[in-house]
């Protein structure tokens, strides 16, 4: 089995490593600085845990390595730009959009878009960084130098987010995992939730679009698709062409997680369905210290990235999962002592979720 090296060597490269061991798939999670001379990447199929990167010796390296799967997708996709109009041009919805070039548009884009006006830089921009809510009277709010390198769409009144994991082979065939609920505070994402029975119509919608995304490019692995929830159906709000932090409740509500799963269709391996039997929840620990009080609970599962713990960082996360709903309310009850004040509100809408 060829080995894998990943470019990046955060929490994803490093579970995708924990997810390779037991196939004795050989994975390498590789940093942006790394030597070429010291990565084995010669014999090795190439993937990422990141959508961009810098030019570095080792990029450099890379860009003209046959094996480096959806080499040419990642650009693509990492700006919000090209994101969009890929989406438009397959007529899959999302929000109404356009590229914010300079200042004088604000009467036209607050009359064409509506009150509401949410700003994103085309590239760099996430967990709620780079991204500005403005109404009429605060366009001064945004910095000058992002006029050109920004999309502006229109605020979206949703009653819920979700997100669609799948993966495609080199065979074009395309497998899904149920919708998993999605609660972000500030842009983060603080909680998710899944059910193995999610709501067949928009189980249905999202696996349409995405297998047509995932077809027009080609795509081979895993990727994300998040959407808003608007009525009875969904609009497209980003996609990321990797493993994703709200598919993290695979590794153990599912039978085949996210990780091995992109692991096997970037090999050619067989690429079944994964089966997923019961209700889940991921808690995103962020900025928190490890606290050993949570493995008192036996159906918590931690998951925990050896980072330096500061405000803000994602630094682990905790699974929980059980055939009976009820269990994981209890838990997620004797859970909420342990763990901070603004987590309390994810704790009660996944109790929520789960009724």
């Given at each position: 089995m060829k080995p894998v090296c990943v470019l990046g060597n955060g929490q994803l490269g490093r579970m995708l490593?924990?997810?390779g061991e037991p196939l004795g798939i050989?994975?390498?999670p590789v940093g942006l600085d790394a030597e070429p001379e010291a990565v084995p990447y010669q014999n090795a199929v190439i993937t990422a845990e990141i959508e961009r990167w810098p030019k570095t010796a080792l990029t450099r390296e890379l860009a003209t390595h046959s094996n480096f799967v959806n080499r040419d997708i990642f650009p693509r996709l990492a700006d919000r730009l090209t994101q969009k109009q890929l989406l438009d041009q397959l007529h899959l919805a999302t929000a109404p959009w356009q590229l914010l070039a300079n200042a004088s548009e604000w009467p036209q884009v607050f009359a064409t878009l509506g009150e509401l006006a949410i700003v994103k830089r085309r590239v760099g921009g996430y967990d709620g960084r780079g991204q500005w809510r403005l109404r009429p009277g605060q366009e001064t709010e945004l910095p000058a130098d992002n006029y050109g390198e920004c999309i502006?769409?229109?605020g979206i009144n949703f009653s819920g987010e979700v997100s669609l994991v799948g993966a495609r082979g080199h065979d074009g065939q395309s497998v899904f995992y149920p919708l998993t609920h999605n609660l972000h505070e500030d842009g983060i994402?603080?909680?998710s939730v899944a059910l193995p029975q999610p709501n067949p119509a928009l189980q249905q919608q999202a696996e349409q679009m995405l297998a047509a995304i995932l077809n027009e490019l080609n795509y081979v692995g895993v990727m994300a698709m998040e959407c808003f929830i608007v009525g009875d159906s969904l609009l497209i709000n980003e996609l990321a062409p990797r493993v994703h932090n709200s598919g993290h409740w695979t590794q153990n509500g599912a039978?085949?997680?996210?990780?091995?799963?992109?692991?096997?269709?970037?090999l050619g391996l067989p690429l079944p369905k994964p089966v997923v039997n019961t209700p889940s929840v991921m808690v995103n620990l962020i900025g928190t210290a490890?606290?050993?009080?949570?493995?008192?609970?036996?159906?918590v599962h931690l998951h925990w990235y050896e980072k330096e713990v500061r405000e803000g960082r994602k630094v682990g996360h905790l699974n929980l999962n059980d055939p009976d709903a009820a269990s994981i309310q209890q838990a997620l009850q004797a859970l909420a002592p342990l763990l901070p004040a603004e987590y309390q509100s994810g704790l009660a809408w996944a109790q929520q979720k789960l009724g």
């Open positions: 490593r924990q997810a050989a994975v390498y502006v769409e229109q994402l603080r909680t039978s085949i997680s996210q990780f091995e799963l992109h692991l096997r269709a970037i490890v606290d050993q009080q949570w493995l008192a609970l036996p159906l």
